[in-house]
């Protein structure tokens, strides 16, 4: 085997997609499945879909285009660069949108092509990523309608990517303002109301969403079980689908305070120690190039993370219940992103796990 490795765990990965589209059906809303974090990886993205996710999104074209084959529409979720435009119509059938000028060309390029494009268009109800404000609505509506190799099928907006904004009931209540205004004022059905992210989630649990929000796009509550809001694991779900194991190079007692004139580390840092005497270190063989050391902890609580380099994880093992040894595999929790750069690390191999562990049989729907 080699390491470090990610394991994917499907049979986990099937059950939160399917608690999460029971959930959020029972009020109406659909989830669209947000595949960037495992780069758009199609055996993954094609498990979600048979737990019953109507639709699949992700940032990039190129891990759309992977998606090809799974017969549900795609959503792409980073507005369209122009020099992209015609992979987005070729291989999504959705677009988030807000410029103009984006909107134009994917209309003529749809028309030439034969085909008409959808449209979600973003409105910034605060969060300060992407979307318009809502006083050029109708100025880019009245401009969108006459384009006639586009469709506008949505409204949508984001929080928590930028401004770290959490999304209100009244917030909420704006985009239903809007839809209703919309409708009426140019005889046409926004058939999306896309509420945002799994910043969102917590709407539903607090009886706050509004009736009419009837999209949802979630990636982190299905991957890791867990939104940021609340920051736990979600009633239900599994927060242990994916799991990334290191394996040690070195174990060796220290100080805890380096020796010798210091200066700043590998990232241009100037570390802070605190003396704790002689402590049990291991190395694992794993660094920054595969994950983010912010976002990752040991399994065993009792195993705490001093630091990396780009190659090498430094742990301290001393009160570890376990009798580490060089060689030995340690298991590591991951953040959001953690997991996407471990994703993302070449140097990471990755492992999916197809069926439930005999102790887990039954427990998976
Ligand atoms: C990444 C992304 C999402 C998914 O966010 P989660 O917090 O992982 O649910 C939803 N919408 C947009 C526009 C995104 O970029």
New binding site residues.
Partial sequence: MTYPKLEIHLPKLHHNAKMLVEMCRKKGIEIVA?T??FLGDPEIARTLVEAGIPML?D?RISNIKKLKEIPVPKMM??IPMLSEIEEVIEYADIS?NSEIEVMERISQTALKKGCQHQVILMIDLGDLR?GIWEDEADEIIEKIIALRGIRLVGL?A?F??YGGVIPEKHTLEKLVEMKKRIEQRYGIQILYLSG????SLHLIWENQMPEEINQL?????IVLGK??VYDKTIEGLYDDAFCLFGEIVEIKTKPSVPIGKRGVDAFGHIPQFVEKGMRKRAILALGRQDILLDGIKPKDANVTVLGASSDHLILDITDAQEAYRVGDIVELKMN?GALLAAMTSAYVAKEIIRQPDKKEKGKFQ
């Fill in positions: 947000v960037k974090v999104a940032s979720l980073r988030i992407e949508g984001n928590g990517c945002g992210n799994s910043n796009r979630l990636g982190e509550p939104e940021d959001y």
